[in-house]
């Protein structure tokens, strides 16, 4: 009979030891092997104003009416995208993926869009594929299938989270090495293992490459704007993209300094088109013929208007003032409140809703701001809002607010200040000449849920055209001191 002794347990142990050193061994050269380094493939910066790959030769054609304004790729309509020459990429030979952008996520996307799509299509529906979506079905996430040509969503593997449309700065990364799939927003990790064999790399199709489009015919392209976007083979670890995602401030403030200080409108110099000064004890518009007319029990007192109770508010004759055959628009108030609410309000209304307009609002719990929403969208108009605001300033003393919008920037200033400066990304329906002019309002909003705001007014003034920031500043500081002494 064999005996087991003390030395047989010490040759097992060093027996496992050394066995299992092997195989970890083995697993980590395998892994160095078939896991190298990321390398950059393609590369989308937009800098040079064009699609052009910057790494490799994967030149994209842009589709559409799009814009490119200081690297930043923009689309703002139905049928604006990028085709990519899929069969250049060659996806489907790379041994793993990593996908990469930074970009700006508008607002007012239809259901099913997509960010990037690299596949094929059969019979209007998208197969072979993997896609990144900021929003598709009130999600956003990164999803592959194949081999399934009647309803590859059943057998695709997908990750994500709730839908992104916020219109602002997001990183967004997909990688996948035929057994896990990982999505990454900003930095944050979402993932899942494959259970389709049939979803692996090698069966992706290089038939079709978008940027903003769909797959699937009957999809909508996406509206937003892309930064940059990269094609790596091999995958991006969670270090390398936390510290890329750190990099989305720097895309913002690029931005932000590019529409402050180098981004120059084409308008002409700016005309006070009408002025409600109250000095006279009435509403009358003291420049153009664009009186007004105190509604409720509203009452005007050393020079202002007081709005104490709800339902006082005063209707300016929207026609005559026209706002939607302006250029560009300045609007400029010295108003007080402790209450909040929207204080001016220019379009129109649909059942119970405010639609068409541009408006400027103090929230008593939010912040004070500007915004302007037009055509997309009618029975939710707030979701296509284009909106700049700031802190909010409720402390029942006059403050000095201006909007300032050409089209393509929105701007809003707090006492001299500018304090938000937001690019339109729906420039082609967030458009002056889609604002209505039917209704117009000082301390009232059309939505007929929302009171009348409470306050006083002490100016009011509507240019065509833009007011710059050294002539704002002036007129705060000297608006302001009068109210102060």
Not at 74 to 82: H, L, P, V
């Amino acid at each position: 009979m064999f005996h087991v002794n003390k030395n047989h347990y010490i040759l097992w142990i060093i027996a496992s030891t050394l066995i299992t050193f092997g195989v970890v061994s083995y697993l980590s050269m395998a892994s160095q092997i078939n896991w190298k380094e990321p390398v950059l493939k393609h590369s989308y910066t937009f800098d040079d104003g064009t699609a052009k790959d910057v790494v490799g030769e994967a030149h994209g054609i842009i589709k559409g009416n799009c814009e490119i304004l200081n690297g930043l790729f923009i689309t703002d309509e139905e049928g604006d995208y990028i085709e990519l020459p899929a069969d250049k990429i060659n996806i489907n030979e790379y041994s793993a993926i990593s996908l990469e952008a930074y970009v700006i996520a508008g607002k007012a996307n239809e259901t099913h869009t997509m960010l990037s799509y690299f596949g094929n299509k059969s019979n209007e529906v998208g197969v072979d594929y993997i896609f990144q979506t900021l929003i598709n079905n009130e999600t956003c996430g990164t999803s592959i299938s194949c081999k399934n040509y009647e309803v590859p969503w059943e057998t695709h593997n997908n990750v994500g989270g709730q839908a992104i449309q916020d219109d602002r700065f997001h990183h967004i990364v997909t990688t996948f090495d035929n057994h896990e799939l990982k999505f990454y927003i900003d930095g944050k990790l979402v993932h899942s293992p494959i259970d389709n064999e049939d979803n692996i790399i090698e069966n992706l199709s290089n038939k079709f490459a978008y940027l903003c489009k769909s797959g699937y015919m009957q999809d909508q392209t996406w509206l937003g704007a892309i930064d940059t976007f990269n094609i790596y083979e091999g995958i991006l670890d969670e270090k390398t993209i936390a510290k890329s995602a750190k990099r989305l401030e720097e895309h913002e403030k690029k931005l932000d300094k590019f529409l402050v200080n180098n981004y120059k409108t084409q308008i002409a110099k700016p005309e006070l088109r009408h002025s409600y000064t109250f000095d006279n004890g009435t509403a009358n518009d003291i420049i153009g013929g664009a009186h007004g007319t105190i509604l409720g029990d509203g009452k005007i007192e050393n020079g202002m208007f007081v709005a104490n109770e709800q339902g006082e508010y005063i209707e300016l004759p929207a026609p005559k003032i026209s706002i939607n055959a302006f250029s560009a628009i300045t609007l400029e108030a010295v108003v007080k409140s402790d209450i909040g609410g929207c204080f001016s309000y220019f379009g129109c209304i649909s059942g119970s809703r405010a639609i068409n307009y541009i408006s400027q609002w103090t929230y008593k719990s939010e912040w004070s701001g500007t915004g302007i929403t037009c055509i997309r969208k009618i029975y939710q108009p707030w979701e296509a809002l284009t909106i700049a605001g700031g802190h909010s300033v409720l402390e029942n003393r006059f403050h000095h607010f201006v909007t300032t919008f050409d089209n393509k920037v929105l701007k809003y200033y707090i006492d001299g200040e500018l304090v938000d400066v937001q690019l339109n990304l729906r420039q082609k329906t967030n458009n002056i000449s889609n604002i209505h002019n039917e209704l117009a309002y000082l301390c009232k909003s059309a939505n007929k849920w929302e009171q009348t705001w409470l306050g006083e007014i002490d100016t009011f003034n509507i240019y065509q055209g833009i007011l710059d920031a050294k002539t704002i500043a002036k007129s705060a500081e000297e608006y302001l001191k009068e109210k102060e002494l």
